[in-house]
């Protein structure tokens, strides 16, 4: 189903629901791996994904279709993320390394989370970089997504992404070669 299918099904009142069925089934597992990528624990990503989808819901008369839908959602979903992990280091007094180690901890004894040796080293490394690089990284390498299409989601210049990228890069092989 297309976006113009789906904001069609949106715009009208008889099936407004059945269209946000629809769309939740359309992206909801792109947007739980989003969101997973970042905050590692499943039960915080699933609780985000709920609150990406009520704010969809909520919002839905402020879609301006100048972007794709799912940029919209997506953008929502990483702005969820991003004041997740933030409030979680100001309620904990927590700088970023110990919200790293906190998550490693969760990569280490999860039972959601599967993956080789050096899968797990990847994510550690991952953890270790601040939470807007991580996610520029997870965007590009994992969603193999075009700087554009990034740019567009988070508002940030190509310019500034591809550095952002770069850096990310650069510390997590150094993070790897230390481990």
């Known amino acids: 189903m297309t976006d113009q299918d ?15 069925n629809l769309l939740v089934r359309e ?18 990503s699933d609780d985000l994904v709920q ?5 969809v819901w909520k919002n839905l008369d402020k879609f301006r279709e100048d972007s794709s839908l799912y940029t919209w959602i997506y953008r929502i979903a ?19 390394n110990d919200v790293a180690g906190e998550l490693s901890e969760k990569l280490d004894h999860g039972s959601h ?10 994510q550690k490394a991952l953890l270790k970089l601040p939470d ?3 996610l520029v990284f997870n965007m590009k390498y994992f969603e193999e997504m075009k700087f554009s299409e990034i740019s567009e989601i988070t508002k940030t210049s190509v310019g500034a992404l591809k ?5 990310a890069v650069k510390k997590i092989e150094h993070n790897i070669q230390l481990d």
């Open 163 to 167: 550095a952002s990228y770069h850096l």
């Open 132 to 134: 807007k690089q991580r």
């Open 78 to 96: 990483t702005n969820e993320c991003l004041s997740f992990l933030k409030k979680k280091r100001n309620k904990f007094f927590l700088p970023i």
């Open 6 to 20: 789906l904001l069609e099904k949106l715009s009208r009142e008889e099936s407004r629901n059945h269209g946000f």
């Open 27 to 44: 992206y909801q597992e792109r947007i739980y791996w989003h969101i997973r990528k970042m905050v590692v624990d499943h039960d915080d």
């Open 113 to 122: 989370i599967t993956g080789d040796e050096i899968q797990l080293k990847l």
């Open 51 to 55: 609150e990406v989808f009520v704010k």
